[in-house]
């Protein structure tokens, strides 16, 4: 079964260093979204990709955080610099479903990644 | 801003007995609500999708309904399995041109032998 692939597992990096993630979302689904969940809580949206485009970002904190979804496939997300605030999971998912609302056929069924786990010391 | 509360942060139940989760939001409903199981150290996996104008869905030992009414949505696993053992989150998606959705805290379940 197709999965959404997520690196690194695991990341440990000092504040004010640069970290980046990668995901490769499971093939044909235009959408991608970055969430970050911090432990105990549920994932929080950073960003929602359809196809190469951005179509929210109005919760990541631009003044640091980053993405890009050059080719419409792969994603990268970077920190820089990175804040103790950060440490938390990022998590990557896809959905073969583009982001509209209002029809009685959308799902917007998400498939998660394994996500990578963020310490910043 | 919308708000959504899972009852509780953590459920305990016996093997063999059926757990009962439960989803609140504030404000206006959702076109569609979501139940997501998520284990330790892994990303949420989809179960169950419930519109609102549905009143019941179910999926083998899964049972989802949704009240509009009451503002509220119920998680139902019967015949519980100490590998039913997991965060169990919902998640509200709503009208409009981005189509988010909407993550609840979750709630933790655990199923003893």
């Known amino acids: 079964e197709a999965e959404v692939a997520q690196s690194p597992r695991y990341k440990i990096t000092e504040k004010s260093q640069a970290v980046a993630f990668w995901c490769d979302p499971i093939?044909?689904?235009?959408?991608l979204y970055w969430y970050r969940q911090i432990l105990g809580q549920g994932p929080e949206l950073l960003v929602q990709?359809?196809?190469?485009?951005?179509?929210?970002d109005s919760q990541l904190p631009k003044d640091r955080f980053s993405a890009e979804r050059l080719k419409g496939v792969d994603s990268t997300l970077k920190i820089q610099p990175a804040e103790l605030g950060d440490s938390a999971m990022y998590l990557c998912?896809?959905?073969?479903?583009?982001?509209?609302?209002?029809?009685?056929?959308?799902?917007?069924?998400?498939?998660f990644g394994a996500g990578t786990r963020l310490s910043v010391l | 801003s919308q708000k959504i509360e899972q009852n509780s942060e953590a459920l305990n139940i016996q093997e063999g007995k059926t757990a009962t989760l439960t989803c609140n939001y504030t404000n206006y409903s959702p076109a569609y609500l979501q139940w997501y199981r998520q284990d330790p150290g892994r990303g949420p996996v989809f179960l169950l999708l419930?519109?609102?104008?549905?009143k019941e869905k179910r999926k083998e030992r899964l049972k989802v309904t949704f009240d509009t009414t009451l503002k509220q949505s119920l998680f139902h696993i019967t015949a519980s399995q100490p590998a039913d053992s997991a965060t169990y989150l919902c998640?509200?998606?709503?009208?409009?041109?981005?189509?988010?959705?909407?993550f609840g805290k979750g709630t933790k379940l655990s199923v003893k032998p």
């Open positions: 998640a509200l998606f709503y009208g409009g041109s981005q189509g988010n959705l909407i």
């Open positions: 990709f359809q196809d190469e485009s951005v179509v929210d």
């Open positions: 419930i519109r609102e104008n549905e």
């Open positions: 998912a896809s959905s073969p479903d583009p982001p509209l609302a209002g029809t009685s056929r959308a799902k917007n069924i998400q498939y």
């Open positions: 093939s044909g689904h235009a959408t």
